[in-house]
C-alpha cells in the first residue's frame, strides 16, 4: 500500500535552533514528492518538488532533500513565521493522486 | 494570477441535509481535485475531474459526488450529510493532474450538527 509518513508529528523550536523534519514513503517508482506550508484556516501552500535521489532545492531558510525512501526538510535558524503545519505528499504508484502524510506542525517561540 | 478560489468558505449544516461547494480553478488549469482534511485523518483525496470527466475517485461514499464545468469550475456535492462529514474540504488545481504540481484554495469549513 502506498504510504506516507512524517515525524515528528510536533516540533517546539526556540527561534533561531535549527532542526529537520522527515517524511519517508513506500510508493515505488517515484514521480516526484512535494513539500507544502499550511497556515491555520488555510490551504496548503507549495513549497518544493523533488524528483530524484540526491536532489536539494531551498528557500529562505528551508532546504528540502530526497533519498531513495525519505525526504527532510531542513529548517535553519528559523523564525516565529515559520510556524505552521508543513506536510510532504507523493504520487500514488498510477500517478493519478497525490498522497499526504499527517504533517509535522512546527512551532518557534521568540 | 489569480489563485484558486473555492466558495463559501463556511458553512453549517445540519444531518440529513445536502451541501454544494464551488471552486473556480487558475486560469489555464484543467484539473480539479478535491481532498478532504480531518484533524484525525489528515488529508484525504476524494476525486479529480479532467475537461469535465471525473479521471480519478477516491475511496469515499457515493453521498460524495461532483462535476466540472467547461470553463474548468467544479462543484462538490454531499448529500445526506453526517456528522462525521465534518471537514475542511479543500480543492487544488493543476495544469495536467496526477503527479502535477498542485494549488490549494483556502478551504471551505463545513461543520455538521
Known amino acids: 500500500e502506498d504510504q506516507v509518513t512524517q515525524s515528528p508529528e510536533a516540533l517546539r523550536l526556540q527561534e533561531g535552533e535549527s532542526s529537520s523534519l522527515n517524511c519517508s514513503y513506500t510508493v515505488s517508482g517515484l514521480r516526484g514528492l512535494f513539500w507544502y506550508r499550511q497556515d491555520p484556516g488555510k490551504g496548503p501552500e507549495f513549497l518544493f518538488t523533488l524528483y530524484s535521489a540526491g536532489e536539494e532545492k531551498e528557500k529562505e531558510r528551508l532546504k528540502a532533500t530526497l533519498t531513495k525512501k525519505e525526504s527532510f526538510l531542513h529548517i535553519t535558524a528559523p523564525k516565529p513565521e515559520d510556524s505552521a503545519t508543513y506536510l510532504c505528499a507523493v504520487p500514488n504508484q498510477a500517478g493519478t493522486a497525490l498522497i499526504f502524510g499527517k504533517g509535522t506542525t512546527l512551532s518557534v517561540s521568540s | 494570477k489569480a489563485g484558486v478560489t473555492q466558495t463559501p468558505r463556511y458553512l453549517i449544516k445540519t444531518r440529513g441535509q445536502q451541501v454544494t461547494l464551488s471552486c473556480s480553478p487558475i486560469s489555464g488549469h484543467r484539473s480539479v481535485s478535491w481532498y478532504q482534511q480531518t484533524p484525525g485523518q489528515g488529508l484525504q483525496f476524494l476525486f479529480e475531474y479532467f475537461s469535465e470527466t471525473q479521471r480519478n475517485k477516491g475511496n469515499f461514499p457515493g453521498r460524495f459526488s461532483g462535476r466540472q464545468f467547461s470553463n474548468s469550475r467544479s462543484e462538490m456535492n454531499v448529500s445526506t450529510l453526517e456528522l462525521g462529514d465534518s471537514a475542511l474540504y479543500l480543492c487544488?488545481?493543476?495544469?495536467?493532474?496526477?503527479?502535477?504540481?498542485?494549488?490549494f484554495g483556502a478551504g471551505t469549513r463545513l461543520s455538521v450538527l
Open positions: 487544488a488545481s493543476s495544469l495536467e493532474g496526477g503527479a502535477d504540481i498542485q494549488y
